[in-house]
Nanobody
Framework: QVQLVESGGGLVQFGGSLRLSCTASGSTIGIYRMGWYRQAPGNQRELVATITTGGVTTYGDSVKGRFAISRDNIKNTVYLQMNSLKPEDTAIYYC??????????WGQGTQVTVSS
């Protein structure tokens, strides 16, 4: 089993920045991809960004150029630097970890609210 603990959410003004962190613990050997998804009220969960152990990144279209994902493989931690935040970025952000041949693991979520 893998446990994911997120931190760094909160309230920020339009145009501001936040940095999310997520640390994996437990059986972390072989985790290939980590990242973030988000879900706003009434919407489906959507991709924000993911990163592999080799550093290959994928971003959702709505955050490209504004968000940056990074990863510390030694600490089993993934970071999401969010810049130029907009009210439409308001959502619960969920940390995600994937190991081949297993179902993905999810964190509890952290609220990000951007005021206009």
């Amino acid at each position: 089993q893998v446990q994911l603990v997120e931190s760094g959410g909160g309230l920020v003004q339009f145009g501001g920045s936040l940095r999310l962190s997520c640390t994996a613990s437990g059986s972390t050997i072989g985790i290939y991809r980590m990242g973030w998804y988000r879900q706003a009220p009434g919407n489906q969960r959507e991709l924000v960004a993911t990163i592999t152990t080799g550093g290959v990144t994928t971003y959702g279209d709505s955050v490209k150029g504004r968000f940056a994902i990074s990863r510390d493989n030694i600490k089993n931690t993934v970071y999401l630097q969010m810049n130029s935040l907009k009210p439409e970025d308001t959502a619960i952000y969920y940390c995600y970890a994937y190991r081949p041949s297993e179902n993905p693991y999810w964190g509890q979520g952290t609220q990000v609210t951007v005021s206009s």
